[in-house]
């Protein structure tokens, strides 16, 4: 069984930056895919960004250039930086993660911004 845990939400002005963690553990065989999702209350759970196993992004045209993903191989962690904060990038967000050719999901972290 593999598990994702986030880790980095918070509260934080219009402007800041944030940056978020997930940690996959378990029996890990092979990392195809890692992303972050995130989900307001009533809407539904979009994709923020992608990261392949050959290292190709995919982002939200809502947070190019201002989000980046990235991944620490050796420890199956990935991250998300986020800079330059608004308050529509409020919401519960969610780690995804395509291991050993199954779904997973984190618990999910809240990151809020404020005006």
């Known amino acids: 069984q593999v598990r994702l845990v986030e880790s980095g939400g918070g509260l934080v002005q219009a402007g800041g930056s944030l940056r978020l963690s997930c940690a996959a553990s378990?029996?890990?065989?092979?990392?195809?895919?890692m992303g972050w999702y995130r989900q307001v209350p009533g809407k539904q759970r979009d994709l923020v960004a992608t990261?392949?196993?050959?290292?190709?992004?995919n982002y939200a045209d809502s947070v190019k250039g201002r989000f980046t993903i990235s991944r620490d191989n050796a420890n199956n962690t990935v991250y998300l930086q986020m800079n330059s904060l608004k308050p529509e990038d409020t919401a519960v967000y969610y780690c995804?993660?395509?291991?050993?050719?199954?779904?997973?999901w984190g618990q999910g972290t809240q990151v809020t911004v404020s005006s």
């Open positions: 995804h993660g395509i291991i050993n050719y199954s779904k997973y």
């Open positions: 990261l392949t196993s050959d290292g190709s992004t």
């Open positions: 378990g029996r890990i065989f092979r990392v195809n895919v």
